[in-house]
């Protein structure tokens, strides 16, 4: 997958639901993917340092993201998943 080629932000990705037309509150979003990230590390037991580093993040920038602050790209997100060893689609699904 060669999701380093494509700065998407997600948020704007998914900033109204094709389906519904209903608009997506973005930062209820952001906040719901930081506390499912959040909730995963938490009960792997890796300290915020750990997955920083094997997501190529620094741990500043996981804290914001964790914390629903940061405009994470897909990249990002998708590198977060796979240190997390989740399925993407598993880290968003049932969100907004």
């Known amino acids: 997958m060669m ?5 998407f932000e997600f948020m704007d990705v998914l900033r109204t639901m094709p389906q519904t ?19 995963k590390r ?3 037991l890796i300290p915020p340092q750990l997955l ?3 997501a190529g993040l620094s741990v500043d920038y996981l804290k914001r993201i964790e914390d629903g602050q940061a ?15 989740m399925d993407f689609a598993e880290m968003v699904r049932g969100l907004v």
């Open 71 to 85: 405009n994470s790209t897909l990249f990002e997100l998708h590198k977060l998943s796979r240190a997390l060893k």
């Open 3 to 7: 999701l380093g080629h494509y700065r």
């Open 52 to 54: 920083a580093r094997t």
């Open 42 to 44: 938490v009960s792997l």
């Open 21 to 39: 037309g209903r608009v997506i509150d973005l930062a209820e979003l952001k906040r719901q993917i930081g506390a499912a990230i959040r909730a």
